[in-house]
């Protein structure tokens, strides 16, 4: 006859009291099914059921030794003989040495990779700490901040006046490109301590017309453009000042044009 069979094994011990290689005594059961087959008459195949036991006594960390006890049922028309309860049994008990190769043992522990070399990994890592070192700084400076003490802070603003109003030849009135001019230089002039004073000076060209006809149209142009500043735009009139040149040369660029003009500063 021959009986092939396989089984399926626990470790009762590992399962409820956890897994220790120092464990002295392992219980092991185990169940499984099979195929007997008889050659002698009546020739025949029966399935079986196996249930066994393993018992493993620690020897040595390479040696175990085994007792095994194991019970096999299969039909009673087996062997050919009818009669019972219509099952047979077959009961065996085996004594087995295990014999453990190097590498003995279990270990918990695994080794991961990342994948990522150890020069980039290290490069990482050095960013990490550089980026732990700033993020530290800014904490510091920003504690360093909060106790600090407030300061008063002084600004000073320096304001430039300085305008050109230009008039047309032979005349003192002021045309509206002009006047958009000085209200920039009101402005000016409103922002200033008030014990400012600015000259507004008339110019003439000498180019053209007398002397007097000069002198007189510097002065009116100069009157112009303080009158504008007082009477259009608010300037205070006690921190205007008037002077004229009458008839010069050429203030600018060589351009007669630009000396018929009031220059405020």
């Known amino acids: ?14 399962l409820f009291f956890g897994y220790n290689e120092q464990r002295i005594y392992n219980l092991i059961p185990y169940i499984g099914l099979g195929v007997m087959h008889s050659w002698d008459s009546p020739k025949t195949n029966e399935l ?4 066994g036991l393993i018992n493993k006594f620690r020897l040595s960390p390479a040696l175990d030794l085994n007792l ?11 062997d050919g003989e009818l009669g019972g309860d219509g ?8 004594v087995g040495l295990t014999y453990k190769f190097k590498q003995r ?17 290290q490069r990482m890592k050095d960013q990490l700490n550089q980026m732990m070192r700033e993020n530290k700084d800014l904490k510091d400076e ?13 600004q000073k603003e320096l304001t430039s006046v300085s305008r050109l109003i230009q008039f047309s030849i032979g005349k003192s009135k002021l045309n509206k490109a002009s006047k958009v001019n ?6 000016a002039i409103k922002k200033a301590p008030s014990d ?3 000259t507004i000076t008339g110019y003439a060209d000498n180019k053209t017309g007398s002397k007097a006809i000069n002198e007189k149209l510097s002065k009116a142009r100069a009157e112009a453009v303080r009158d504008a500043l007082v009477n259009e735009f608010g300037v205070n009139a006690s921190q205007l000042k008037i002077d004229y040149k009458g008839g010069v040369d050429n203030l600018f660029y060589n351009d007669a044009s630009l000396s018929r003009v009031v220059i405020a500063e």
Not at 107 to 121: F, V
């Open 182 to 187: 000085l209200g920039y230089l009101a402005e």
């Open 196 to 198: 400012k004073v600015f």
């Open 48 to 51: 079986t059921a196996t249930v």
């Open 87 to 94: 099952k047979e049994g077959l009961a065996a008990v085996t």
């Open 1 to 14: 006859m021959a009986h092939v069979h396989g089984d399926v094994l626990f470790n009762a011990s590992n």
């Open 105 to 121: 043992g279990w270990s918990k522990a695994c080794h991961q990779t990342t994948g990522i070399s150890e020069d980039e990994m």
């Open 68 to 78: 095994e006890a194991r019970g096999t049922l299969v039909n009673d028309r087996f």
């Open 142 to 154: 920003l504690v360093t901040a909060r106790n600090k003490k407030p300061e008063m802070i002084v």
